[in-house]
């Protein structure tokens, strides 16, 4: 893809671009969609080309026709200088906080970060000495008081893994620019349809292609990208670990790419309308939802953000464990499960009180997160009406 397609593509919309990212055609024998290339050895003509390593494929684990497809688009689309693949969300976000901090250094973390990525740090990092401190995620401009000589890196997700909270990434941005400190965004629940990571002042930005990229719950794939003041170390991080997405899921995620503003556009509505419904039931408390203008971060996401994707928490009013079990177990069209983003619904309860350690999270009844699939959203108005009858008794 040349610069001048790049430039040609800036005045399509983005509906319009993802159509045309990652591909082309006629070096695939006009075939529209970039075959899936399997391969570990890459044969050289001869000894000059193998001693310059002068060819685009050289070895397997650098990369495929079919990954490096993938990577362009997803650079493209984000704003990115460069981005990576790796095997699922988490090993992105893994390999991102890696790439931006060293034994010895301090790095700042939302305490409303994705559980699994805590673990990472309160486990791996440390063991290799790095000081790990969470903080609260409305702190915005004020995360400057945290700043220490030795800061690396600070990590954002927005909105919170299950708790939804805003977090001013521009401002976090500025302060952290000042001291030369990268700032890694966990952009999944968005994904840069939603919210330019880099243009947002991300250095490096994560997506769990998992969710709505895939969007039919059947691969696991990450994405980091990078601004072009990081590529080369992010680069250079991931060829040390050899750790590549596979050509058969990257394959998959292209084409979910096609699909994936539809989908979005679908769930969005769909979860807004849902989240609207909730917001007037008799059993709810709280619905947390940053598109709802009663959201403590709506503010925030109305400046920032370009849409809201089908994922929200609700919390009910002081009910039974048993009540509660009982209303999520009828359900008929809410999957029980981890992850989210695929076409079919999804409920699970939580409790993010028991690992939070910088701030406080109570609630005055129990929460539940819903992923709004594309079903259609009457049905599962209907579904979720039966169930509530549980709640009440
Ligand atoms: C699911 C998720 C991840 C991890 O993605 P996997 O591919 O499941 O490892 C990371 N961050 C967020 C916000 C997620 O929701």
Not at 182 to 187: A, F
Not at 230 to 253: E, H, Q, V, Y
Request: charged content about 20%; glycine content about 8%.
């Amino acid at each position: 893809m040349s610069k001048d397609d790049q430039n040609k593509r800036q005045e399509w919309h983005i509906s319009t671009r993802i159509t045309q990212l990652g591909r082309n055609p006629f070096d695939h024998f006009g075939f529209i969609n970039t075959p899936t290339y399997r391969g570990s050895t890459v044969l050289f003509p001869n000894v000059e080309k193998l001693e310059t390593l002068g060819q685009n494929y050289t070895y397997g684990t650098k990369g495929t026709p079919t990954t490096r497809a993938l990577e362009q688009a997803w650079t493209e689309l984000s704003g990115a200088h460069d981005t990576v693949l790796v095997p699922s969300g988490l090993a992105a976000i893994d390999l991102a906080l890696i790439t931006a901090t060293r034994a010895g250094a301090h790095i700042l973390v939302t305490d409303s970060v994705y559980q699994p990525t805590r673990s990472f740090c309160d486990t791996i990092l440390k063991k290799f000495g790095v000081i790990v401190e969470y903080y609260d995620p409305l702190i915005g401009k004020n995360i400057s008081s945290l700043i220490r000589p030795d800061t690396t890196a600070i990590l954002v997700e927005s909105p919170g893994s299950q708790s939804m909270e805003i977090q001013d990434v521009p401002a976090i941005s500025s302060v952290a620019q000042a001291h030369d400190i990268c700032v890694i965004l966990d952009n999944t629940w968005a994904t840069p349809l939603f919210y330019p990571p880099h243009q947002r002042g991300a250095d490096i930005a994560i997506e769990a292609g998992t969710k709505y990229l895939s969007g039919h719950s059947d691969i696991l794939i990450g994405l980091i990208s990078a601004n072009e003041r990081w590529s080369k170390r992010l680069r250079s991080t991931f060829n040390s670990f050899a750790i590549g997405a596979s050509p058969d899921d990257a394959s998959l995620a292209l084409r979910g790419l096609r699909t994936m503003a539809l989908r979005l556009r679908a769930q969005e509505r769909a979860g807004l309308e849902i989240a609207r419904w909730f917001n007037e039931q008799s059993e709810v408390a709280q619905v947390l939802h940053p598109a709802l203008p009663d959201h403590p971060g709506h503010h925030l996401w109305q400046r920032d953000y370009l849409g809201s994707s089908g994922v929200f928490s609700v919390i009910f009013k002081p009910v039974e464990k048993k009540s509660l079990d009982a209303f999520i177990n009828s359900l008929q069209l809410f999957g029980i499960g981890f992850s989210w983003g695929g076409y079919e619904s999804l409920v699970l309860p939580f409790d993010c009180q028991s690992y939070r350690t910088a701030t406080h999270w109570k609630t005055i009844g129990p929460a539940v997160r819903f992923s709004i699939g594309l079903e259609d959203s009457n049905d599962l108005i209907k579904d979720l009406r039966k169930g509530l009858n549980y709640l009440s008794l």
